[in-house]
């Protein structure tokens, strides 16, 4: 019904009952997602802080993650503070412009760049009434859809119960939320009424199964030794084109995305070159800043297969504007793992998406491949793939190895003096 505009004092019924049933019809009427789109819409939140100068990249990959997990991002917010509210993360004033920004664009999911505790998850949803995730929930919930070998849903299941465990509550927690969408892509079995002691034989019941998967995949890398095979290994930043290439190398046909963590199981294929000479390619899980740690443990047996490579193909996407950081995080990973020290080629991929880049010019790239030591490719199109056959086995094969650099010598090809990569196709085999 409407009512005829008067002074508060004139109403003749209970004012907090009239707010409270237009708040309640306000709610009832407010969808929370897109009639014709079954996706969730989602409020990306950040706290810049005084020394963080890589606030833009940060909120491309989390609109990335999101993409990739099926999120409709409608919105971003942003505070500047020199340290994060340790209650709700960002302060009072800001979180009342999250909730009138999130009802302006029919928000159902807040999604922060950063690890939440489960008292600021709690916090969060009981004032804004949303559903809240933080980075490390989002990736979990793409592990979870991108899983599709019984290890890797094994692997993925163990990092949920993990990251479940500390968070479970009682029944009425802001987490009985998780039970569906995007961050509640759970194994199921962990739903708030379990207890912990159940969660806790699940992981172990599942590190156990993991820990047979592992001695089968330490078997097999035993019998490829005995046979005398080379092993490269694919590393690198997710959606860096690692697939792509193993695809073109190994004339395979896997799955790749232009999406992130595309691939979660390892594939190991035969590659045979115009040379005669035959060497092992196997694809790997993509690495990302501030990997959860859950994650990195549950993974360890994937990525024990690097620990058998010969050498490490290192592929960049050096059309990223990031790309040096993306380095700089496989890098740190590698020392964690204490792989660092195995020999490695630096890939640089997608260098024909670099044309069209503005301020791009061919010294540019030829000083950066120089300084980098790097080969630059573009597996999608077969771009001097002929040049990283040699370097690799120049690496694998060669008993005086040559240092990388003496490859950009032929980087410039003869009939475009004035270019510093060979923009043709090349066929390896």
């Not at 969730?40 to 020394?51: C, Q, S, T, W």
Request: net charge positive; glycine share 4%.
């Amino acid at each position: 019904y409407f009512l005829k505009p008067c002074y508060v004092w004139e109403l003749k019924e209970n004012f907090l009952d009239l707010i409270k049933n237009l708040e309640d019809e306000l709610e009832r009427i407010r969808p929370l997602k897109e009639i014709d789109e079954n996706k969730d819409r989602a409020l990306l939140i950040f706290v810049k802080e005084p020394k963080d100068v890589y606030l833009e990249e940060r909120i491309e990959e989390l609109k990335e993650l999101a993409r990739t997990a099926g999120v409709n991002v409608v919105g971003k917010v942003i505070q500047k503070r020199t340290s994060p509210d340790p209650r709700y993360v960002i302060g009072k004033g800001k979180l009342v412009e999250v909730m009138i920004t999130a009802m302006r664009n029919r928000a159902n999911l807040l999604i922060f760049d950063r690890e939440l505790t489960p008292s600021q998850v709690r916090a969060l949803t009981e004032v804004t009434d949303l559903r809240v995730i933080d980075r490390t929930q989002l990736i979990l919930d793409i592990f979870a859809q991108r899983a599709r070998s019984r290890e890797g849903k094994i692997q993925v299941e163990i990092a949920q119960l993990k990251y479940t465990l500390p968070r479970l509550r009682a029944k009425d927690d802001a987490f009985s939320r998780l039970t569906g969408g995007i961050g509640g892509r759970g194994p199921g079995e962990t739903k708030l009424e379990i207890d912990r002691r159940r969660i806790k034989d699940k992981i172990a019941k599942l590190e156990k199964e993991l820990k047979k998967i592992s001695q089968e995949r330490a078997l097999r890398r035993k019998r490829r030794k005995k046979l005398n095979f080379k092993i490269v290994s694919l590393i690198g930043y997710t959606n860096a084109g690692k697939t792509t290439l193993l695809n073109t190398l190994a004339k395979t046909n896997y799955l790749a995305e232009d999406k992130l963590f595309a691939t979660l199981d390892p594939v190991t294929k035969l590659v045979r070159t115009k040379n005669g000479k035959m060497f092992l390619l196997t694809d790997t899980v993509g690495f990302i800043r501030d990997l959860p740690e859950d994650l990195k443990r549950a993974f360890k047996a994937t990525l024990e297969e690097l620990y058998s490579a010969d050498i490490l193909l290192h592929i960049v996407d050096a059309s990223h504007p990031d790309f040096e950081n993306h380095i700089e995080t496989v890098n740190q990973i590698l020392e964690e793992m204490e792989l660092i020290t195995l020999p490695k080629i630096l890939v640089f991929n997608k260098i024909d998406l670099l044309e069209n880049k503005e301020n791009f010019s061919p010294l540019w790239l030829k000083n950066l491949v120089s300084k980098y030591k790097a080969v630059p490719i573009s597996a999608k199109r077969g771009i001097n793939l002929d040049l990283l056959i040699e370097a690799i086995e120049n690496k694998l094969f060669i008993l005086e190895k040559e240092e990388l650099a003496n490859l950009h010598s032929f980087f410039v090809s003869p009939e475009k003096k004035d270019h510093p990569i060979v923009l043709q196709e090349h066929k390896l085999f």
